[in-house]
């Protein structure tokens, strides 16, 4: 809250009649105000605090609607190209496509996509109702539109969720509950008694303590452990944006010290430097550079540019009109107002000014206590209770701990952003056919487009459920499903997150009770991680390694693959059997011991230690390090014979080497299977090359065609379904045009291309 917001444009009389700004000007320069320390620094007395009529009244003070019409313009904005984009509607027929076989994780069960055409329609609605929020139009009715598909659409899919998604949806509902069309908005050309009006201060007191609490409670669940200690997004120090700090800092700092600690920082201190007059510009400036880094670190659609909108929330309310008024005249028709004097609203409280002489130079005005009405008390009492909730709800989990895993809550509301990441090694789902006793595999992520199920018990015991339904059509009676995933949270251990000897078809589950069938996190052997930077560093470039470990009465079944030709079982700690399948041996090691494991076969590792056994898989991949020793030799190959030292002559099979030389870009035909793939690679990383040295506008054309193209895919696809409900669906061979027409790429299909070249070259650049 601000000082200026506290500005009490117009007088409202006793019997509550708003009065003229000329009537109310005199007494305003008559009795000027001493500002106290506290309300110069806060916006508000004590005495705002004493009693439920002055709070009620703080919150209904007038203030300038010009900074909240300004980001309620921004934030429908973002959430038009948020549709288009983050939201899906490019890609909506692939996620709902009617008649496929899908396991969905709604949050209800009973909530279920329509067919199709009537989704994009869902979709027509939101994307109309962000519309009407940017421009201010029909500004109640586009909140609704908004809000209601979006939440329908939020609560569909669990998998998808994510904290900033959620504080789209918190912000959507803030709106519909403020007069944020009183600042320009169409709407206000419409209606001149609500153009440049007052709103009440709560409408800011909200936003403002919804962005202090994303910065404050994401800070507060960075105190973790693991953050501190710089186990959460260690990978993020390899980056190139962190770059400029590495010339002063070894990697090591640089993820200890900026990554995790100045991230913990800039959380715990953004929302108060943004309160703060003195420090405003400070957090201005940190919390921009903060969001236009993560904007380029991470996938997160709008998120970052929506921070970004917010900031301004904490500056002065007429901010935009001291910032529009520096623009030429010419231009003032089409920007928002720089008239410095709102009008009065029937949504705030007025202090009225009672004289108790007829001379007021004798007796000053006295303060009268304002008239409140009933949608002030409701503004008062939604601000105290949604902020509550908002405080309460992220550590709610010990109400909902059916959602409690390794980690609190359903990922989404609890503000605990990249606090945790998570690998998965191994994931194995076993069916038994209730009738025949029958068992067999199925593809982790069968009849699913997500992966999020495995970290998620409530999401696993849905996609049991429906694996139950779907597996019989098979002819699988009566299905039995087990799930044996593992996970390695925060550079731990790789182990088991849930009993792979219960079946989840038939596990009981509730949103308030704990999971029995899940396994708990070991937390004591977290100081490994240190011992595995050791072991780590003491390897070659060529040898990997996956630390395991394991619960006592369990065993791992693995198979090795035939290209990973050095594979051995190393123990670190408990007591671990090593059964070689094939051979029908087994082996029992203790911590320090080590056995070769043969390729191209299974085996299986027992726990047969009272505690958790510990041990570590150690391997090369011969067959890629056979090839990228052949690559080595080719290339210098290639290298004397660019340079003329080679003068032995080539055979037909290396011939392509010297054809491939010229930069026209052409493909070279080649015999041996050897040669041509390292022609292509080396071709690929010729790209790869180019593509990161393009200039500025290159890479700023490049980014605006492909968002064209997703974008147009987007609304093609979206006219199609529209025709559809209208006046039915055409002859197959006209909607197979249609559809191929919507699905044409930029040229060079340069879209999908960037991850051909990550799967090329990703080793060398990790």
């Not at 990554?259 to 919390?287: E, M, N, S």
Request: aromatic fraction near 14%.
């Amino acid at each position: 809250m601000e000082a200026r917001d506290a500005t009490a444009g117009a007088m409202v009389r006793n019997d509550g009649e708003e009065q003229t700004a000329n009537e109310a000007a005199a007494p305003k320069e008559e009795t000027p105000q001493v500002k106290s320390k506290m309300e110069t620094i806060f916006g508000f007395r004590k005495e705002d605090l004493t009693s439920w009529h002055s709070m009620v009244t703080l919150l209904n003070r007038p203030a300038d609607p010009a900074s909240l019409g300004i980001f309620r313009c921004l934030f429908g904005l973002l959430m038009v190209i948020d549709i288009t984009q983050e939201r899906g509607l490019s890609h909506l027929d692939y996620k709902y496509l009617d008649g496929a076989p899908v396991c969905r994780f709604p949050l209800f069960n009973v909530l279920q996509p329509l067919p199709l055409d009537w989704m994009y329609l869902v979709y027509v609605v939101m994307f109309f109702g962000a519309l009407g929020i940017m421009l201010g139009c029909f500004y109640r009715l586009s909140c609704l539109m908004f809000i209601s598909t979006y939440w329908y659409i939020f609560f569909l899919d669990k998998t998808a969720w994510n904290n900033h998604s959620y504080l789209y949806g918190l912000i959507g509902f803030q709106l519909t509950l403020m007069d944020a069309n009183r600042y320009w908005s169409i709407d206000g050309l419409r209606r001149p008694s609500i153009r440049n009006a007052h709103v009440p201060l709560w409408n800011y007191t909200v936003l403002r303590t919804q962005i202090f609490m994303v910065y404050f409670l994401a800070g507060l669940k960075k105190l973790d452990a693991d953050w501190v200690e710089g186990y959460s997004m260690s990978y993020l120090a390899h980056h190139s944006l962190f770059d400029p700090f590495k010339l002063i800092l070894p990697v090591e700092l640089v993820n200890l010290l900026v990554v995790h600690a100045g991230g913990l920082v800039l959380d715990l201190t953004a929302g108060y430097l943004l309160f703060f007059d003195a420090t405003r510009p400070y957090g201005i400036f940190f919390v921009s550079y903060f969001h236009c880094m993560n904007s380029q670190l991470f996938s997160i659609g709008m998120f970052s540019y929506t921070m970004l909108a917010t900031s301004p929330i904490f500056c002065h309310a007429d901010w935009p009109r001291r910032f529009f008024a520096r623009f030429p005249g010419f231009l003032r028709a089409v920007l928002p107002l720089t008239s410095p004097d709102p009008q009065p609203s029937t949504s705030c409280v007025y202090n009225r000014i009672q004289s108790t002489s007829s001379n007021p130079q004798e007796t000053p005005p006295v303060a009268k206590a304002p008239k409140l009405r009933l949608k002030h008390r409701l503004g008062a009492i939604f601000t105290i209770l949604y902020i509550s909730e908002q405080l309460f709800l992220p550590y709610s989990h010990f109400i909902t701990q059916g959602y409690n895993n390794w980690t609190n809550g359903l990922y989404g509301y609890s503000w605990d952003m990249m606090v945790h990441s998570r690998s998965h090694q191994h994931v194995k789902i076993t069916y038994k056919d209730g009738k025949t006793g029958e068992t067999g595999y199925l593809n982790p992520g069968v009849f699913t487009q997500s992966r999020r199920w495995k970290d998620h018990g409530d999401m696993l015991k849905q996609y049991a459920t429906c694996l139950n339904q779907f597996l019989p059509r098979y002819n699988i009676s009566e299905p039995e499903i087990y799930f044996d995933i593992w996970v390695s949270i925060n550079e731990r251990f790789q182990q088991r997150i849930f009993d792979p000897r219960v079946d989840i078809v038939k596990a009981e589950w509730s949103p308030f009770r704990p999971s029995t069938w899940l396994m708990p996190l070991l937390v004591d052997l977290s100081p490994w991680r240190t011992k595995f930077q050791e072991i780590e560093g003491s390897l070659d470039n060529q040898t990997e390694i996956v630390f395991i470990a394991d619960f006592p009465g369990l065993h791992l079944e693995n198979f090795v693959s035939e290209d990973l030709g050095n594979t051995s079982i190393s123990v670190l700690q408990g007591k671990v059997n090593v059964e070689i399948v094939e051979e029908q041996k087994n082996y029992t090691l203790q911590p320090g011991e080590q056995i070769k494991v043969p390729a191209g076969a299974y085996h299986k590792v027992y726990t047969v230690s009272e505690h958790p056994s510990c041990y570590m898989y150690i391997y090369v991949n011969t067959t890629e390090a056979a090839l990228q020793e052949n690559f080595t030799k080719l290339y210098e190959l290639q290298e004397r014979v660019r340079n003329g030292t080679e003068t032995e002559p080539l055979p037909p099979e290396l011939q392509p080497l010297i054809a491939a030389d010229g930069d026209d870009g052409s493909e070279v035909n080649a015999t041996d299977p050897i040669v041509k793939l390292f022609l292509k690679r080396q071709r690929r990383m010729k790209e790869v090359k180019k593509r990161r040295e393009a200039g500025a506008m290159e890479r700023l054309e490049r980014f605006a065609v492909k968002k064209y193209y997703t974008i147009r895919r987007g609304f093609l696809m979206t006219a199609i379904a529209i025709r559809n409900l209208a006046v039915g669906l055409p002859p197959l061979e006209q909607l197979a045009r249609e559809v191929a027409f919507a699905n044409m790429k930029e040229p060079q299909a340069e879209a999908n291309q960037d991850e051909r070249l990550k799967d090329e070259v990703g080793h060398g650049e990790l």
